[in-house]
């Protein structure tokens, strides 16, 4: 599978739209494009409409009852969601209860498990256990009815105090692209199996994992503010845009990068070939493929592996950034002059790295995780792609 950061880095925006939230209030509540499924090109598949979704309740704390799934996203520029029955229906303003809220919520079966079907579309799965979520239909800056997502996150959220969680992806005639995400929060232990030309599975916890992500933050002094009771983690971008995180963090780690690499050559190899490149007149300068630069960034921006490390989609600025924003992540630009590194036992070195990030990688089963936004270079997501599927199942696994 080629790693992400490989592929069309547009695929980082293939859900803008779906962010009613981005136009809606809180504006906080934006959806993580960034940590969207990827989707290829190739039309090599033989993927066709209406694929088998299969949602299985192994968490072992909650009944199908107290177990509520939603299927929210885009398709062709509209916001849409799909009905109980497998339909796609649009979102709509008139959609909103006496409570101000949407009532999207598809029931699980009263026991075994729960078989839907899933239409071409991006989008999310997502599971409230306990209560249902609280989606709000609102117009978007250009008046067409949008969702407002939930954003575990923001502690004004309406979702704020449920338990809840999602993982993403893009189906459409090229074939299944879905991961399990934890760039914006980690909250319910949850596997994703896909069967087709091949039969993947990830996302898988191992036993104890749900507590020992918790746990492992807990004790360290810059983590422990993001654990929000039993409830979930919250990821340190947006930990320190509330206010929970400190926004100077990896400053002392990036002073380092920049004074290491204005006397040596640092090189980081895309499939455009070697860029090798050095501090000058305070930018990280590339050449080789082509000259790119970046300005030094900010602890956010290494977080979000946005604003100075911002990946165009060009084939040439984007994926040296996506290696940088890994590297970054992972703290590996002091040891490892070459980029990308590909041996895990080299990641999060040291007292100074992403340790929410390290913690969930260490608590799945294949070791791979969606920790932050090019969480896949070098292949470490929980991302699985098929080109001709057969059917997809959504696991919650045991807390």
Not at 101 to 107: E, G
Not at 300 to 326: Q, S
Not at 336 to 361: C, E, K, M, W
Request: hydrophobic share 40%; proline share 5%; with cysteine.
């Amino acid at each position: 599978m080629t790693p992400r950061h490989q592929r069309d880095l547009s695929r980082r925006k293939l859900l803008f739209a779906l962010s009613g939230a981005a136009v809606a209030i809180p504006a906080a509540a934006v959806i993580a494009p960034h940590a969207l499924a990827g989707t290829t090109q190739q039309k090599t598949s033989a993927a066709s409409g209406g694929l088998p979704l299969t949602i299985v309740n192994n968490s072992g704390s909650f009944g199908n009852a107290s177990v509520h799934v939603y299927i929210v996203g885009n398709q062709d520029g509209r916001q849409v969601r799909v009905t109980p029955d497998g339909n796609l229906a649009p979102i709509a303003l008139s959609d909103n209860g006496a409570d101000g809220f949407t009532d999207y919520a598809i029931s699980l079966s009263g026991s075994g498990e729960t078989r839907l079907t899933l239409p071409y579309m991006s989008g999310r799965i997502y599971v409230s256990l306990g209560q249902k979520l609280k989606f709000k239909a609102v117009a978007d800056g250009n008046g067409n009815p949008a969702l407002q997502y939930p954003a575990g996150w923001v502690k004004s959220d309406p979702n704020y105090g449920i338990l809840h969680d999602c993982a993403e992806f893009t189906y459409n005639a090229s074939g299944m692209f879905c991961n399990t995400t934890m760039v914006d929060m980690f909250s319910v232990p949850m596997s994703i199996r896909l069967t087709g030309a091949q039969d993947q599975t990830t996302g898988t916890l191992r036993d104890g994992g749900r507590a020992s992500v918790f746990s492992a933050l807990k004790q360290i002094d810059a983590f422990a503010p993001l654990v929000v009771d039993d409830t979930r983690v919250i990821a340190p971008g947006h930990g320190l845009d509330a206010g929970l995180f400190a926004k100077n963090y990896f400053d002392s780690y990036i002073d380092q990068v920049w004074s290491t690499y204005a006397g040596k050559d640092l090189k980081v190899t895309t499939d455009a070939g070697t860029f090798t490149g050095r501090v000058r007149d305070g930018r990280l300068t590339f050449d080789g493929p082509a000259q790119v630069s970046f300005a030094k960034p900010s602890t956010r921006d290494v977080l979000f592996c946005d604003g100075a490390l911002a990946a165009p989609n060009d084939g040439k600025t984007g994926p040296v950034a996506a290696v940088l924003g890994a590297a970054f992540n992972r703290s590996t630009l002091l040891s490892h002059a070459a980029q990308p590194v590909t041996d895990a036992s080299a990641f999060y070195q040291g007292d100074l790295t992403n340790h929410y990030s390290r913690a969930i990688h260490a608590a799945t089963q294949d070791g791979k995780a969606y920790g932050f936004a090019f969480d896949d270079v070098s292949n470490f997501a929980s991302y699985i792609q098929d080109n001709a599927p057969k059917e997809i199942r959504l696991t919650l696994t045991p807390f």
